[in-house]
Every structure is written in structure tokens, then in C-alpha cells.
């Protein structure tokens, strides 16, 4: 799998936990307002909801760190194509270009993980419940 791939299907998974996770939240807020749902149900709810959220933050984590990483890879490949070209070994403008290629991939890289880094703190849990739909703990 190219790196590319692997990083876009890293940030897919990590927005799918997190719009499920949200789905999930509200769809809770929802039966502890409409209060046919028995007190065990909601809590039980609650529970999965919590572990859901969970896992979004996990994989957003992973995901954050993986774009952090292919960053500083990009870099360390495009200052490898620029040493090359200084030093004359092979094709300069070839090796020129490919470092441009890093370079665009690098900050491409970091784009993706200050998104994911954003998704991280946009957490369901910080926002309002309905009325009534507070429980005991």
C-alpha cells in the first residue's frame, strides 16, 4: 500500500468513528429526553457511547501521529534529493524535483494532522444535553 493511500485510509477510518461517535451521542440525548427508555437502557447506552468516543479518540490519535511522522519522513527524503543534486550525484533536476514532490507531500502531511489534531478536541461529550435529559450517576 503506498504511503499516501495508507494515510487517507487512516483519516477516513478516524472521521467515520467520529461521525458515528456523534450519531451515537446524539441518538442517547434523544431517548434520555423522550423518557420511555428505562434508566438501565440509557445507562447502558451511555456506556457504549463512552467507549465509542473512545475509540474515535484513539484512532484520531494514531492517525495525528502517523501524519506527524510521514511529515518528518517527506523531509528527511527531500533534504536526502537535495544533498544528491548539491553534490552532483545522478540527475540534479531530477532529484530536484523529487524533493519539491517531499516538500508538497511534507506540509500535505502536516495539513492532515492539524485537522485530525482538530477533530481530537471537537469531542461530542463537551456539548449540551436536551432538557430533562440529565442522568444520576
Excluded: F, N
Amino acid at each position: 500500500m503506498e504511503p499516501r493511500d495508507a494515510a487517507a485510509e487512516a483519516a477516513e477510518r478516524a472521521e467515520a468513528a467520529g461521525r458515528r461517535t456523534r450519531e451515537i451521542a446524539e441518538q442517547l440525548t434523544r431517548l434520555a429526553a423522550s423518557g420511555r427508555p428505562g434508566i438501565t437502557d440509557v445507562r447502558l447506552a451511555r456506556e457504549y457511547a463512552e467507549k465509542a468516543r473512545e475509540r474515535a479518540q484513539e484512532s484520531l490519535l494514531r492517525a495525528l501521529a502517523g501524519h506527524e511522522r510521514a511529515a518528518r519522513s517527506h523531509d528527511r527524503t527531500a533534504e536526502v534529493h537535495e544533498q544528491a543534486a548539491v553534490r552532483g550525484i545522478g540527475d540534479a533536476a531530477e532529484h530536484a524535483r523529487r524533493a519539491q514532490r517531499h516538500r508538497r507531500d511534507a506540509c500535505a502531511d502536516r495539513e492532515e494532522a492539524t485537522a485530525d489534531r482538530l477533530r481530537a478536541t471537537a469531542s461530542p461529550a463537551g456539548r449540551p444535553q436536551a432538557p430533562g435529559a440529565e442522568l444520576p450517576p
